[in-house]
């Protein structure tokens, strides 16, 4: 605008100020997009090239008064400050994906081409060396002002909307992401827990039936003395106390289960890991009998007791025992080794077994949900225990031992309250 009021307004208006503020908006869209692309900003330097820039202007208006250098001058650092333009404008259309980018490279392209070609013209003499110069050249002054002020602005502020769009978008995408993972894995979880339960019931419903059978066989006894010899008080105190007996163990057996199936929220409280990796073995009673299994325990006199939700962490034993006993299906010595020590301010349980160890497929992903060796595994109880163990700030490790079999080494940290 400046330009075009040349005739009518003081002549430093329309060519000093002019530059000067041409000079500010490139500068500050070249600032712009070195931003977009993390680009250091050097501040000092672009001071210096524009200042100097205009001084070596003035000084060819004013000094020399030759407008060809003037005019060949301004053309050709404006050719090259929108050919940079471009070009950092592409860099962002090949990092960042952004549409609008692409648009404002080719704006810049365009506008130095359209300058390059003004200076061919000077240069073979087909016009004059000022700004507002008529016919062609006047279109091609309109022409590349309004491709790059006009369009190019458009293109650059539609840079700077496209990235917080795409940002928002990517931020929503993770978002839901994350939501759906936590969803899949509560789902997992569950469904984990469900089979162990599966299993376990199966397990009860075997050891149920022992002492019921021994209550009902006492009953019935009682029954008997009372009708045939009502007087034999001895023969009716031993039914009664063998009911109360085997009452009291289907009691303990409820109790064991109630433990485990109480709702999964997290209840820290303090748990004596000695007490409870025997605790669990109880729970799996009917399958270490039927699989012959022995157990051998090692236990040092220190105090191992740890801040920690009971059921999850019987879940991660139940898991380890009953891989354990899994992969023993096929061993000749059965026997899983369970040692409760400290270390430091951790206690550390570790389950070794006598099985064939860790299969070499599962030696890279171990840990890894999905992954499974069994037919009718799932492959998540080790990563849900893994899990289950850094809630606990602790940590679950599978490795082969050196004398054969597998070795799960649970860490987690000692209560000291
Ligand atoms: P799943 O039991 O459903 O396969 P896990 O995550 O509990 O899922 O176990 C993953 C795999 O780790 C098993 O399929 C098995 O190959 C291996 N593994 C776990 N414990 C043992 C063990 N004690 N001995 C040998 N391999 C084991």
Redo the contacts with the bound molecule.
């Keep these: 605008m400046l330009v075009g009021l040349r005739p009518v307004i003081p002549t430093w208006v329309s060519y000093t100020v002019a530059n000067g503020l041409t000079w500010f908006a490139v500068s500050m869209q070249v600032v712009g997009l070195r931003l977009v692309l993390r680009q250091p900003i050097p501040a000092k330097a672009m001071v210096f090239v524009v200042v100097l820039w205009l001084l070596v202007f003035e000084y060819f208006r004013l000094g020399l008064q030759n407008s060809h250098l003037r005019f060949g001058w301004a053309l050709i650092f404006f050719a090259g400050a929108f050919a940079y333009i471009a070009y950092l404008a592409r860099q962002i259309y090949k990092t960042y994906e952004l549409r609008n980018a692409q648009v404002l490279a080719w704006m810049y392209t365009g506008g130095a081409l359209v300058l390059c070609v003004r200076i061919m013209r000077i240069a073979f003499g087909y016009t004059e060396p000022d700004a507002t110069a008529q016919g062609v050249d006047s279109f091609l002054v309109i022409f590349s002002g309004v491709l790059v002020s006009v369009m190019g602005s458009f293109a650059f502020v539609g840079v700077f909307i496209e990235r917080s769009a795409k940002r928002e978008m990517a931020a929503i995408t993770e978002r839901v992401r994350q939501e759906e993972s936590f969803r899949l894995g509560e789902q997992v979880a569950q469904l984990e827990r469900q089979r162990t339960l599966g299993m376990m019931s199966y397990s009860f419903a075997h050891e149920f039936s022992q002492p019921l059978t021994a209550i009902l066989m006492d009953a019935y006894s009682a029954k008997e003395t009372l009708a045939a010899e009502p007087h034999n008080s001895n023969a009716l105190k031993e039914a009664i106390q063998g009911i109360e007996t085997n009452a009291n163990r289907t009691r303990e057996l409820v109790d064991r289960i109630r433990n485990f199936i109480r709702p999964s929220q997290d209840a820290f409280e303090k748990i004596n890991l000695k007490m409870l990796v025997q605790d669990v073995q109880h729970l799996l009673t009917h399958d270490i009998r039927k699989n012959h299994i022995k157990f051998e325990w090692d236990f040092e006199d220190e105090e191992s007791v740890v801040m920690g939700d009971k059921v999850q962490l019987s879940q991660i034993l139940l898991?380890?025992y009953?891989?354990?006993i899994?992969?023993m299906s096929h061993s000749q010595i059965r026997k899983i080794f369970v040692s409760v020590g400290k270390q430091g301010d951790r206690v550390v349980v570790r389950v070794r077994?006598t099985?064939?160890?860790?299969?070499e497929s599962?030696r890279l992903n171990?840990g890894m949900p999905f992954?499974?060796?069994?037919s009718d595994?799932?492959?998540?109880?080790?990563?849900i225990s893994q899990s289950i163990a850094e809630k606990h700030s602790g940590t679950l490790a599978?490795t082969n031992a050196k004398d054969g079999?597998?070795l799960?080494e649970l860490n987690l940290p000692a209560d000291n309250s």
């Design positions: 898991n380890v009953r891989n354990a899994q992969a077994d099985g064939p160890g860790l299969d599962m171990i992954v499974t060796t069994k595994g799932l492959g998540v109880g080790l990563s599978i079999g597998a799960v």
